[in-house]
């Protein structure tokens, strides 16, 4: 049973009928969330969550238990000991930075059913809260290739661009767009990130099958050092991002 769902109800007054109402199900849907502990769609429990006035982990925190693959754990694990985060991406947005929508289409674009995205998606914006919004929140620095930029549909890339913008206006959030005319860089190589915490620095590594974490990161710290050499400044970038002149 679900004594947290239970509790929040009768915490707000709520009855099976009256949550359905506000969901948008059936109460027979409500009532087995509730016996059984079935766990709804990412949607309906947002929308649950919303109408009681709890957050969707105080609900159901089994959602959110290790819903990433075991090979990234470690590095979720990482990110949270992190004191900075440089990140470098030639194909998408850095998935900390990505909106709901453009996370779901990129998600969507690999092997997972329609559920499965939208539990992936909901995991993903957990993870950028958790650290991009911690009490003590590390200095993140992104360089993207314009490339990521130009890739996706207009409707998606538009909502975009503007959370780069209005991210990039935080003083812990540094973003530098690696032009086209920047040439062919070290970088094309692939995409990677480089976490310093307490204990040295800590590289992770993507490629098509999984990725890996690593403490040797010299040739690591000599590629980025070329590519933030040849990437737009701060605020270069950011009127960069504003003109959007390679979306239609």
């Not at 909901?122 to 930029?149: C, G, H, M, N, S």
């Amino acid at each position: 049973m679900n004594q947290a769902l239970r509790a929040a109800m009768a915490d707000t007054g709520e009855t099976v009928e009256s949550l359905a109402e506000q969901v948008g199900v059936d109460p027979k849907t409500v009532a087995r969330w509730i016996t059984p502990g079935r766990v709804p769609h990412p949607r309906h429990r947002a929308a649950a969550a919303k109408a009681l006035g709890r957050e969707v982990e105080d609900i159901w925190p089994d959602v959110f238990k290790r819903r990433e693959p075991a090979w990234l754990r470690p590095w979720v694990e990482t990110e949270l000991q992190a004191t900075s985060l440089r990140a470098f991406q030639v194909a998408v947005i850095p998935g900390l930075l990505q909106t709901p929508e453009y996370a779901s289409v990129v998600l969507s674009s690999g092997l997972l059913g329609p559920d499965e995205v939208a539990d992936y998606v909901e995991t993903r914006l957990r993870r950028q809260r958790a650290v991009l919004e911690r009490r003590k929140p590390p200095l993140f620095v992104a360089v993207i290739d314009e490339f990521a930029l130009r890739r996706g549909d207009p409707a998606v890339m538009h909502p975009q661009i503007d959370h780069l913008v209005k991210m990039a206006q935080r003083p812990n959030v540094l973003l530098h767009v690696l032009p086209l005319d920047a040439g062919i860089h070290p970088g094309q190589a692939g995409p990677f990130v480089i976490a310093t915490t307490d204990d040295g620095d800590v590289a992770y590594l993507d490629d098509q099958a999984a990725g890996r974490l690593t403490n040797d990161t010299a040739a690591l710290w000599a590629i980025w050092d070329t590519l933030r050499s040849v990437a737009l400044p701060r605020r270069h970038t950011i009127d960069f991002l504003k003109a959007r002149a390679w979306l239609t």
